[in-house]
């Protein structure tokens, strides 16, 4: 069948269902996972929320659009690991870029904070999703959310990470984190 991901006209060529009892059932486990971290680790990101705004001047969190299941775009919680005009700063540094692809990633950015390098080596950065999990947005596993401008320069190949729901943590973190390539 003919239908669309992202705004891109797909068919499926080898289709196989996922069961709707998995999906609910992976759907409570991030609910009721999301919902106890947050709880118990509140003093933490309290005391993340302290460092950070001791560090750095600006917003402790960082807020920004990212392309998620079905090329729904969502808006997505970190703490800020960066200097506020990081975003801006972005397109100067892509001739620097260390992926392959539309993907971006910098090994010694300079424009991240000294606070943030900690929460990113750490990843505690990415606690705040935790939030995203709850409204749906995010699972607690699979492929990481890219960049509005990331997504814009995807290959077709690359709208097949659309099928599934971003997360919080996948298979790249896992075995590939320092890997910039």
């Not at 891109?8 to 486990?29: E, S, T, Y």
């Not at 950070?52 to 990212?66: E, K, Q």
């Not at 392959?100 to 990113?120: A, C, M, S």
Request: overall charge positive; hydrophobic content about 40%.
């Amino acid at each position: 069948p003919l239908h669309t991901i992202g705004g891109f006209p797909v068919m499926d060529l080898q289709w196989q269902p996922i069961p709707a009892v998995g999906l609910a059932m992976k759907r409570a486990f991030d609910v009721v996972f999301a919902t106890v971290a947050l709880v118990l680790l509140s003093p933490f990101l309290l005391l993340l929320t302290l460092l950070i705004h001791l560090d750095s001047p600006g917003p402790v969190l960082y807020v920004a659009d990212r392309v998620g299941y079905k090329g729904n775009r969502f808006r997505c919680f970190k703490f800020r690991t960066m200097c506020v005009d990081a975003d801006a700063r972005k397109e100067e540094l892509r001739a620097e870029n260390q992926r392959e692809g539309p993907f971006f990633k910098l090994e010694d950015d300079p424009r991240v904070t000294r606070i943030g390098r900690w929460l990113r080596r750490t990843s505690f950065d990415e606690l705040p999703q935790l939030w995203n999990v709850l409204r749906g947005e995010m699972s607690i596993v699979g492929p990481r959310p890219h960049p509005v401008d990331d997504y814009a320069r995807y290959s077709l190949e690359n709208l097949r990470r659309l099928d599934v729901t971003p997360g919080l943590t996948g298979l790249w973190q896992v075995t590939a984190r320092n890997s910039p390539s």
